[in-house]
């Protein structure tokens, strides 16, 4: 069974930059599109980026496009965000998740493994 864990988060000072990783275990992540999303304290939880299985298609929230990028290693069955330019407002918990499914067209409900999140602060 597919399992996936985030890691990469902390603090960092607005402007500065984080990577994320999304390591895969239990099964190949060759025919996933992964998914990152985000929760912030009191919000709902929201699409930050998604890529496709072959890597050839990529999307991201209005929020962050120019600032993040999803890239993935299928040999190493692991997936990164790279965060630049973080913002106050880019604080929240990020999920990656894994899902048989198109990145334009999609809803979170779509994807089906799950990881436990990973704690990211942009904080002064």
């Known amino acids: 069974q597919l399992q996936l864990v985030e890691s990469g988060g902390g603090l960092m000072q607005p402007g500065g930059s984080l990577r994320l990783s999304c390591a895969a275990s239990g099964s190949t992540l060759d025919y996933y599109s992964i998914g990152w999303f985000r929760q912030a304290p009191g919000k709902e939880r929201e699409g930050v980026s998604c890529?496709?299985?072959?890597?050839?298609?990529?999307k991201y929230a209005d929020s962050v496009k120019g600032r993040f990028t999803i890239s993935r290693d299928n040999a190493k069955n692991t997936v990164y965000l790279q965060m630049n330019s973080l913002k106050f407002e880019d604080t929240a918990v990020y999920y990656c998740a894994a899902g048989i499914v198109q990145c334009y067209g999609s809803i979170q409900e779509d994807f089906v493994s799950w990881g436990q999140g990973t704690q990211v602060t942009v904080s002064s």
């Open positions: 890529i496709s299985s072959s890597g050839s298609i990529t």
